[in-house]
């Protein structure tokens, strides 16, 4: 990867960051505009596969744990959240 990729690389997890911040303060129309602003599908699966390991990496960080394990967490709590009801559902 060329220095300019590895900078767009970059900006493009910031952009993905920018998504999930906007979801969350609720500025739904923010964030599908950001994900609008994606040149392409590739660009934006690379941004938040970047904006994925570097979250995952703080986790290890503060927690020490492994990567497998941690990545073992996160798909027990994956799996767990797919099989609860969305919420509002009649249970």
């Known amino acids: 990867m060329t220095q300019p990729d590895a900078a767009r690389l970059f900006d493009h997890a ?4 920018g998504v999930i911040a906007a979801k969350h303060r609720g500025d739904l ?3 599908e505009a950001l994900l609008a602003a994606f040149p392409d599908d590739t660009a934006r699966v ?13 986790v ?4 020490q744990q492994s ?3 941690l990545v073992r967490e996160l798909s027990l709590h994956m ?7 969305p919420p509002g559902a009649a249970a």
């Open 14 to 17: 910031q952009q993905a960051a």
């Open 29 to 31: 129309a923010g964030a």
């Open 46 to 58: 690379r941004g938040f596969c970047l904006l994925a390991e570097l979250a995952l990496a703080l």
């Open 60 to 63: 290890r960080t503060q927690t």
């Open 67 to 69: 990567m497998d394990d």
């Open 79 to 85: 799996a767990a959240a797919s099989l609860e009801s």
